[in-house]
């Protein structure tokens, strides 16, 4: 391999990976928004792509919130939910996606009268059908964090019938005020329940430091979403890797909600041995899937093939795989790299 024959988004696209930070619901392309609206009779304020797309203007994410919830709408019936994961899916497998850990938010659902059976049943059946691409695929149950800590006990209590269909809970939304220990009960009884654990701490809000100390010393996650703000204390970071804990890091969409990347975050924890990964978040709104994202934070932070290997394998070792199919998905990492010369 040479400098001037090597095809980074060939390469970055083709190297196999698990996505564990991906909001189905951020994954709403406006074509297929589009075609549910028509599906249901619903009338949008944008009558073309381009229009829709216009709207997408966020400086941070409060200003994404409010364009992003109001677009479910048109999300109402089993099969809405099983075309959005399905086409999210597809999508992925070009990208090199093997594995991939959805997030949904049955809340922003239940709470405009669609029934939470329908959404379950939906992403389900995409997820069931995923391996015909190639991807094995898990369900994460995302509390919203701006909601009530009883609307999410009720939320795991309407979820606990479907528990085999999904592998944890996350906690997602507007952070400001809504700190962890609001929803450190519900946590506790999806643990008992033998759910995994994660937490959204998104970077550069008020406490978030703060937040990431809670998460791994009071909550218990097994995983934290975005948490690039970890770097403001040297002993959480000691204590993330002690523990293996996986980062959930999102390059692109970072890069509309603050003035950067993050990429002297990301690829300082990487150098210090801090499981980070990539994913790409909402892509439909931020404009890269994830293959786009290892391209975007490559050519920012001048990583190589090998930093791209790392944060490859980081995803599987920081996945909720089996050991057995962890070490097969790592074998294939490597073996990608070898049939590139790296």
Not at 232 to 246: A, F, I, P, Y
């Amino acid at each position: 391999m040479t400098e001037t024959t090597f095809d980074l988004r060939a390469f970055a696209h083709g190297l196999p990976k698990a996505e564990l930070h991906l909001h189905l619901e951020g994954t709403l392309e406006p074509e297929l928004k589009f075609e549910l609206a028509a599906r249901n009779g619903i009338e949008l304020a944008e009558k073309t792509v381009d229009e829709v797309k216009a709207t997408y203007n966020f400086t941070d994410l409060t200003s994404f919130l409010a364009v992003y919830y109001p677009a479910m709408e048109v999300l109402q019936t089993a099969d809405d939910f099983f075309d959005l994961a399905w086409a999210y899916l597809q999508r992925a497998a070009a990208e090199g996606v093997v594995h991939a850990e959805m997030f949904f938010d049955p809340q922003a659902h239940t709470s405009r009268g669609v029934p939470f059976e329908n959404v379950i049943t939906g992403y389900h059946r995409a997820a069931e059908k995923a391996p015909e691409l190639g991807i094995s695929a898990d369900l994460i149950l995302c509390f919203l964090r701006d909601f009530s800590a009883d609307s999410a006990a009720e939320t795991l209590a309407q979820a606990l019938p479907y528990k085999e269909w999904i592998i944890g809970v996350g906690l997602d939304s507007d952070e400001r005020d809504n700190p962890p220990s609001k929803f450190a009960s519900v946590f506790a009884a999806a643990r008992d329940a033998g759910l995994r654990l994660t937490m959204h701490c998104d970077i550069d809000q008020i406490g978030s430091i703060d937040n990431i100390r809670t998460v791994i010393e009071d909550i218990g996650v097994d995983r934290i979403d975005h948490g690039t703000n970890i770097v403001e204390d040297d002993s959480l970071v000691e204590l993330v890797k002690e523990k293996g804990l996986g980062l959930t890091c999102c390059p692109v969409s970072n890069s509309f909600v603050t003035e950067q990347m993050k990429s002297d975050e990301i690829v300082g924890l990487l150098r210090r041995g801090v499981r980070v990964m990539l994913n790409s978040d909402d892509p439909a709104y931020f404009g890269a899937y994830v293959g786009d994202n290892y391209v975007a934070l490559a050519e920012q932070a001048n990583l190589t093939p090998r930093d791209l290997v790392q944060l490859a394998t980081n995803s599987f070792e920081a996945s909720w795989l089996s050991d057995e199919r962890r070490a097969e998905y790592i074998a294939s990492v490597e073996k990608f790299a070898a049939s590139h010369g790296i």
